[in-house]
Each structure stands twice: as structure tokens, then as C-alpha cells.
DNA sequence: AATGAATGAGCCTTCATTCAT
DNA sequence: AATGAATGAAGGCTCATTCAT
């Protein structure tokens, strides 16, 4: 439902945005959101002039590009809802958000963000993340799989704590799955 | 093991030092790493230049104050040698170390640098609490209270991520309970 | 006497052009001669690079905005020479001057910077002006109607102040008449 | 009355603050407020760090500037209520106004704001300005020297307007004298 | 001819660090 | 030792102007 008042966009504008944000989603996350704007339109193969054309602010370039992360994670989940059982189903879409986050320190933070927020831009894909995985727990739980003393905000925290924690084992997926499986198996009732 | 070549330091000197670092840590840890100098000395109620006289950098104030709070788990940890169950031991440093950790953002950083790392000086109290975690972790396993496929790298990153998820939640101890239940039982031998 | 090397332009040219010409003469005025191109053209209803293609400068634009407002003046001031009485001939002349420029502080400026000026389109309308008032400024005073020791400086001097000083009381009719009566009675011999 | 809040000032920080006071003066009546911060620190002998120390923003600089001259002008008109003959110390204030702002471009502008304005800051000298300048005004009026109709509005117009208008004469004190003298027998009842 | 995206020099402002007092 | 004024390199952002479409 990308809105009404957007008009087409050029062909080389639009390829010049699309360079941007992955260019400022890659170095946001890997280096930080102190990165100079001016470095990064430099990176994307633009002028910071062109930069600030397509994001005002560069506040608005990080939130474009939570926005953009946010939205392919709900796009992900939103497939979950075909899966029929409900353990596996929300199981996979935990698994799923961690990934969609691994190697990211910065989405943690988006998600982290997702939680009391103040962009609004950010709220509606948030909101939508938080529909489904709040469907998926509750889902869970009737099934017994998971415990039922668990909300949705204690599901958001560990998303985003279990994320943090896989980033420090970057290098290590066995590592990895380990402690996945130590927080899978936690989230299992007694 | 205070080294050898720092002087005395006169009275009000060390209090002044000592004043810096606390409210560097308050700072540091609830507005995060980006706030002024100059703020931080006001604060303590001195000089910038009093501040650059006992840290020359600002970046040497920051690590003063991770390695403080290192050697204050350090210490803590040391304590719970005296501990003769070893399951209740390890579970009790995880706990303090979380805690310790918990509503402080940047020092989960701080932990999770001493992981890599590249400061000198935080090498050696995260030296220490990493032998006393690996010497914690190891009896642990013995008695069966802990998975033994885990080692001591996906502990601290279990222990880093915890502390983040358990930030999120800052006003509901409850729910920050439920989630180190959720850890800790997972990370019991299946 | 509009030269040779221009052609004729076509019609819808010629629409943007007059557009532009307008636009930029009520924002200059009103706003400042500091309003972004680009918000121009917008007003106009083109694309900056219309603007830029009739006014190869910023400067150019605001050139040719005051040397429209100084024809406009010197083809008032053409007429007032069939008025057979001297004195009321340069009176009405000083009103419409002043009237021209009312409300508009950046034409004070073109009309200052016709006295020294720098910029060669603005040098003949201002000349054509400046020969006029300096007819009917002899006129007045061999008439008897103005002081004998004002010269055409002085005249224009006192043109651009009491613009100035109308400007400042905008909302008030009877207030800038009151000015007004204040300065042409000042000019007649004591 | 300077307050109570501000604190001594060392000797050089003081002298610094003078020097960039006297430097935008003369750089922003010469040549406009649109010159760079960094032009008018140079030319005051210090870095543009201390520009901002002492002037948070440009804009409060060039509010310094315009209190300042203010104050100056509040100082000397002041000085004129000793004077018995109320004529007498009306004209002598007008000039004196006109005279401290000739050659200023920018305070015609300062003395304009004055009539509506926002800044707080101006607030307070303009005022005590323009108490002094309608009490002076009255006093002329009473002793018949000066047109009834006239308010305090139409007054400080004039007195801008002459100033601005006395600016394009600048080199030649003889035709300023002519101009004022138009103005001066202008506001005389008729 | 028109369009508007792209460019990049330049501006205001911040802040870690130095140094005179 | 302490102070806080001074410094100047960066950084975010604007806007006149150019150029591909």
C-alpha cells in the first residue's frame, strides 16, 4: 500500500535511492549511524546534494532505512501464517527475525525502538511485526508449546536480546545455533 | 595490582577523579557515549581541564569507566568462589553479572568488547572474569546443571544479549524476571 | 529601444518568462531577495531549469525585476510632462514615485542602487528617470514651488527615504499621508 | 542595569567579545548580514569556536550589535532631557539619532524592527527609546515647534527614512545637511 | 523548450583538546 | 592543580547552477 502522494519517480532517481539506502543500511549497521552523510552519498556514487534530495534530514535516512528492514521482516511472517502448526509456525518466525537481524547491531536497535518509539514512520510496519508475532505467541501457546506466562513484550526483548547476543559469535554459526537452541528450548514450558 | 608509576595524588585531586568517573558512568550510561565533555565536567562540578588533566582523552575516560565496572563484577565474582554448590554458583554469577549489567546499554557494549576487544587496559579484568566464568561454567557442566555443548564464548554472548533483552523491560521486573527464566532454563541439559 | 540580437520567442516562452518576471517581483518584495530559486519557479509553475534558461543568474532574474519596476516608473513620469503647471507636475510626480515603491523595501534598494549603481541594464531606465525628474525639478524651483539649493541627489535621496519611512507604516493610510505632507512641505522655499 | 546572572568575564575574554562586537558592526553595516561567521572571527583576530563561545548563534550576534547601538543612542538621547527648551531638545535628538545611525544601512533596518519586532532582547532599549523620543515629541508639540497631527509612529518612520536617505549622500555632508534641513522644516506646524 | 534530478561549494554550528591565567 | 577561554577540524544542511532525460 506504498500511498498516494508519491509520484513514479525517475528512472536514475529511483536507482540513485535504492543505492542510497543500501548503502546506508550497510554502513549504519556495520560501522554505526555516525557514519558522515557525505561519506556515504560518496559510497553510493552520488553528491550529498542528491543525498538530502531524497532523505531531508539524515534522520530520515536512518528511518528509511528501519522502515525498509522492518517491512521485509513483516513480509517474511506474513508467509508464516500459511504454516498450519502453530508451534512450528511461530518457532520458524522467531528463527526468522533473529536472521533477518544477525550481523545487524544496529536493526536490534530498531527493533529495541519498535518497542516505545517515537517515528511514526516506524510505527505502522512495527505494528504490523508486533500483530503477527503477537497471533504466532498466542497460537503457540494454546498448542502448549510455548510458556503461557510469556507476553509480547517479553517475546520483543528476547528477539532483540538473542540477536545481540548472536552478533558477538559472528564468526561461529555452530556457536550460534547453540545458543538459539538455549532460548528455543527455555521458551518451552517447564 | 596498581602499577608502579602513578603518584600519590593529592586529596582533593582523587576526589575530583573520583567524582568524574561516577558521574561519567551515570552519563555515559543513561544519555550514551555521545554527550559532551564539558557536560561531564560541569556535572562533576570541575573544569574541562580538570577532566583532561586525569583523562587525556575522552576516550580514556570511557574506558576508565568500563574498566571500573569490570573490576566491580570481578570482585563480585570472586566472591561466589566461596560458593560449594556449583550449579547454584554459576547461576547466581549469571544473575549478578546481568544485573550488574542491567539498565546500563553502553556497558552490555562494554561486555561485548571484552569479547574482541582492542583496549589494553580492559584486558585484564575481563581476563579475570572470563577465567572465573570459564572456571564457573566448567563446574557447572560437571555437576549437569548446564548444557555441555556450551563454552565460554556463547556464555558471554548469552550474557550480553540477556542484559539487552532485560533493557527493554526496565519498568516491569516481573516480565524481567520471566525472561531470565527463560534463559536460564534453556540453559539446562535438555 | 529593446535590441537586436533577441528573438521573437514563442508564445509559451514568452508566458513563463512574464510568469517568472511577476512571481519574482512579489516574492523579492515581500520576502527578500533571499527566497530559493527553486520556490520561484515552483511559484511560476515551472521547473527550475525554465527559470534558469530566461535568467541565466539569480541576478539576472532580480536585474530584470527592477529594470521592469524602473520602465514602469519612467513611463509614469513620461506623462506627467503634458501637465502645463511645473510645481504640480513635480508633486505628482514624487507621489507617484513613492507610491510605485510603496509596500516594496527591496525597490528602495534598486532605486539607492540606481544612484551609484554597478549593473548596465539598470543604467538606462535609470537615466531616463533621473533626466525627467531632473526637468521637472528645475521646473518646480524656477516656479518657485521647491527650494532653489536641491539638485537631483538630493531629490533622489529624499524619494528612496520616504519610501523607507512609508514602508514602516504599512497598515496606516492617514499615517504615511501625514509623512508624506511632512517631506513635500519641507521641500518648498522656507 | 546589566543584571545579576552574568559573571565577571576575564580580561581577554572580554576584550575578545568587545573586538567581535566592533568587527560585525562594521562588517554587517558595511557589507550586509549575510557575511560568514567565520570572515567576521578572522577579522577579529580569533577563531570562530570563540565567536560562538561569546554568541551562540549568529543571529544573537547581530542582536548584540543592534542592542548595543540601541543602548548608545537610548544613552545620548537621554542626555537631552537636561535641556530647557523643549524645540530646542527635540531637533537636537533628531539629528542625534539620525546622525548615530548614518552611514548604517543595517540600523535603519535595527531601528525599523524596533517599531514591531520580536526580539526580546531589542525590546528594552527600543522602548526606552521611544518613551524618550514621545516625551520629546510632546514637549515640541506643546511649545508649538512641531506639527500636532504627528504621533510617535510617524516619527521614528521619519527618522529611519531620513537616515536611510541621508546614506546615499554619504560623501558630501553638505547636501545631508540640505536633506535634514528639508525634513526638520517639514515637521514645523505650517 | 521544459523538466527536475544531481552537483558541490559554502554556511552555521559543535565539541574534543590545548593553553594562558 | 584547576580553570575555562580559545581553537579549528568536522559535520549536517542549503541552494545556485548544470545537465541528462
Known sequence: MSGAGERPLRADAARNRARLL???????????????????????GVGVGTL?????TKEALLEAVMVRRLEAIAARTALLSAEPDPAEAFFACFRLVIEQSAGKNEFAQALAAAGVDA???LQEPSQVIRAQLARLLDGA??????????????????LAGTGAA?????ADPAARERILDVVLDGLRPR
Open 22 to 44: 543500501d548503502v546506508a543500511t550497510e554502513v549504519f549497521t556495520t560501522r554505526g549511524v555516525g557514519v558522515p552523510t557525505e561519506e556515504i552519498a560518496r559510497a553510493a
Open 52 to 56: 538530502f534530495r531524497h532523505f531531508p
Open 141 to 158: 501457546q494454546r498448542a502448549g508449546a510455548v510458556r503461557n506466562e510469556l507476553g509480547l513484550p517479553e517475546l520483543i526483548a528476547l
Open 166 to 170: 548472536m552478533e558477538q559469535l559472528g
Open 119 to 121: 517515528h511514526a514512520a
